[in-house]
C-alpha cells in the first residue's frame, strides 16, 4: 500500500518547479497532497495507512483546514469499517466571528479530556502543525500524537518535537518521492 501511495502521489501531487511556500520559504518542488486525498483510490490508501500508524489510544484525529480536513475524513470512515471508530474533527486558523464562535468543529464526538492526533497533509517548518495542536489544548483535549502524510524534511519533525516533545509519525517522506 505505501509503495502504491507513493506512486499515486508522484503522479498527482508532486511538482518539480518553484514555489513558495506557506512558511513564507521559497521551494524548488510542491506537493499539493489534496490532489491524492481527495482522490478515491488515495483517500482510501491514506485512510489504512494513517489508521495503522495511529496510536491505539487516540480518540479523533484532526488539524488545521483545508490540508487536514480529507485526511480526517478518511481515517474516520475506514476505522468505522475496521470496527475502531475514531472521529475527526476540523481547526480554523481563527474562531469564527459568528454563530457559536467556535474554533474547531467535530468536537460533539470528542469531549474535553479526549486524546487526539493531530494531523496535517504536508509538514515543512512544522508551524501550521503546531498552531493546531496549541488550538487543541486550549480547546481540552490532549494531544498525544502528531501525524503528516508528507515530511518535506525541512526541519518541521524536529521543531515540533521541540516544542510537545512528541516525535512526528511520517508516512512518506520528500526523498520517496523525488526518487
Avoid at 101 to 123: A, K, M, W
Avoid at 144 to 163: K, N, P, S, Y
Amino acid at each position: 500500500m505505501h509503495n502504491e501511495l507513493v506512486g499515486l502521489m508522484k503522479r498527482l501531487s508532486y511538482r518539480r518547479r518553484p514555489v513558495i511556500l506557506a512558511s513564507g520559504r521559497t521551494s524548488d518542488f510542491y506537493v499539493d497532497a489534496r490532489e491524492t486525498t481527495l482522490n478515491a483510490r488515495g483517500a482510501e490508501l491514506v485512510g489504512r495507512l494513517m489508521l495503522d500508524a495511529l496510536d491505539p489510544r487516540v480518540q479523533g484525529v484532526g488539524g488545521l483546514v483545508t490540508g487536514a480536513d480529507p485526511i480526517a475524513g478518511a481515517i474516520a470512515a475506514t476505522s468505522s469499517l475496521r470496527g475502531r471508530p475514531v472521529h475527526g474533527f476540523m481547526v480554523r486558523k481563527e474562531p469564527k466571528t459568528h454563530g457559536t464562535g467556535r474554533r474547531s468543529e467535530g468536537r460533539g464526538n470528542l469531549p474535553d479530556g479526549s486524546l487526539v492526533c493531530v494531523i496535517e497533509d504536508t509538514v515543512t517548518t512544522g508551524a501550521s502543525l503546531l498552531l493546531a495542536v496549541d488550538a487543541c489544548v486550549k480547546e481540552g483535549l490532549v494531544v498525544v500524537q502528531c501525524m503528516t502524510l508528507v515530511d518535506r524534511e525541512e526541519g518541521g519533525a524536529e521543531a515540533i518535537f521541540a516544542a510537545t516533545g512528541l516525535h512526528l509519525t511520517v508516512i512518506v517522506r520528500r526523498h520517496e518521492l523525488e526518487s
